[in-house]
């Protein structure tokens, strides 16, 4: 049986307080601290998701470039078959910080449930999963950088085998206030705007 081709549909970018979705600027304010800037952004694209508010920085940073990748794609009336593929270095690393200085006071001792729930790097793909209606297949790699052959065929394999009809694929690395995401939707459908493009040389530009 022949292979269908993977090719990128779309893409986004976010890093240093801009957001850059298939090659244009769509979101930039001067220099703050991600907090500010995830909630700015939130705003800015009139999302309505109040639980946003309640996840960890991670997954704001992997909440803000689906959502704005998926929701001109997706239904929320319908179970959509798009495929999550994510990575990062620090793994949930920012927030097991966090967690570990709620409990290291023996004298202050308290453990937030909150907090605990976000100890897991994979728990920003549920977020997606939730907000998007998503079942399909998901997974969290850690790599110590993108690698972006290993996520291209991965992806590859998926459309290839009828896991999915689209596949939501890239990197979303945070700690201490450092944070990269690229994220692009592969499918089968061309898209003439990137069919010169790889994931690799969209995430370096």
């Given amino acids: 049986m022949a292979q269908n081709k993977t090719n990128i549909q779309s893409y986004i970018k976010i890093e240093n307080n801009e957001i850059v979705l298939n090659g244009e600027y769509i ?3 001067e220099p703050t601290d991600f907090a500010d800037f995830a909630k700015q952004a939130y705003r800015n694209f009139e999302m309505q998701y109040p639980k ?13 470039g ?23 270095k620090s793994s949930s690393l920012d927030t097991d ?14 453990p937030s449930p909150a907090v605990f729930v976000y100890t897991l ?4 793909l549920g977020e997606i999963s939730i907000r998007h209606q998503l079942k399909s297949e998901n997974s ?8 972006t052959e290993f996520m291209f065929n991965y992806s590859n394999i998926l459309l ?9 694929c890239g990197w979303v690395e945070l700690f201490n206030d ?13 898209n003439s705007k990137f069919k010169n493009e790889t994931i690799n040389t969209l995430y370096n530009k």
């Fill in 97 to 110: 910080v966090k967690y570990q200085e709620s409990i290291s006071d023996k004298e202050n001792y308290f």
């Fill in 178 to 190: 450092n944070y990269k995401a690229f994220l692009c939707v592969m499918g089968t459908d061309e």
């Fill in 27 to 29: 979101f930039k304010i």
């Fill in 160 to 168: 290839n085998t009828n896991k999915a009809e689209k596949v939501l």
């Fill in 66 to 88: 689906s959502e704005l990748l998926l929701s001109p794609i997706t239904s929320t009336e319908e179970e959509n078959n798009i495929a999550l593929v994510l990575a990062n």
């Fill in 121 to 124: 790097p994979n728990i920003c």
């Fill in 52 to 64: 946003f508010f309640k996840m960890d920085a991670l997954s704001k940073l992997a909440f803000l």
């Fill in 140 to 147: 969290f790699f850690i790599f110590d950088a993108f690698n």
